[in-house]
């Protein structure tokens, strides 16, 4: 009897003692697998704990602790930029064509009058004489008489003086200077041509 009861006794204890260990290595994995606890921040959410008054390490002025990352950019001036101007370029301007004229000459033919003088003879004075002569460049082409004495015979000789000295193949033209032949019949208008003419020329020349 005494036997039996140890027996069961036994038997019991390790029944028992085979549950606990089961148990205990079964257990085992799920403890393994549980989330690790996180420390609570009192501050609240997204702030960080390090900053708290309370917490370990703080700044007893609770002033958060600066760090290089929050500081912004750096505000160190930068280096004075160098670059230099490009200079301007002059451009040469090509020269222009010559401008051609289609003005025409101007003549070089131009006429010259003469001072007036009276064709006298003593106290008779038969009239009044002046010349115009027409000078292209330095030579005299016409020579007109504007003036001359008139009336009776004074027309005659005046007509005598104009046909000798007058127009463009005269003695003017021929000789090209005030030293006429004296028309016969008519010395005073002659002469007072010649004066005449020889300050027409000395205008033109």
Do not use: C
Not at 23 to 29: E, I, K, L, N
């Amino acid at each position: 009897m005494r036997r039996a009861f140890l027996a069961i006794t036994g038997l019991a204890a390790s029944t028992t003692a085979l549950v606990v260990f089961k148990g205990s290595t079964s257990a085992t994995p799920v403890a393994q697998n549980l989330p690790t606890a996180q420390p609570v921040n009192p501050a609240g959410p997204g702030t960080d704990p390090s900053a708290a008054p309370d917490a370990p390490g703080a700044d007893p002025a609770g002033a958060a602790p600066t760090s290089s990352a929050s500081a912004g950019p750096s505000t160190s001036p930068k280096p004075g930029k160098t670059t230099a101007r490009p200079s301007a370029t002059k451009t040469t301007k090509a020269p222009s064509a010559p401008r051609t004229t289609t003005k025409a000459p101007q003549s070089t033919t131009r006429r010259v009058t003469g001072a007036g003088f009276d064709a006298k003879d003593g106290s008779e004075n038969y009239g009044y004489v002046q010349v115009q002569i027409v000078v292209s460049g330095n030579r005299i082409v016409e020579a007109v008489a504007l003036s001359l004495p008139t009336g009776g015979e004074s027309d005659i000789h005046s007509g005598d003086v104009s046909n000798r000295y007058d127009g463009t193949g005269g003695e003017v033209v021929q000789k090209q200077s005030a030293n006429l032949n004296t028309v016969s019949g008519a010395t005073e208008t002659s002469n007072a041509y010649k004066q005449s003419l020889r300050s027409a020329i000395e205008q033109a020349f």
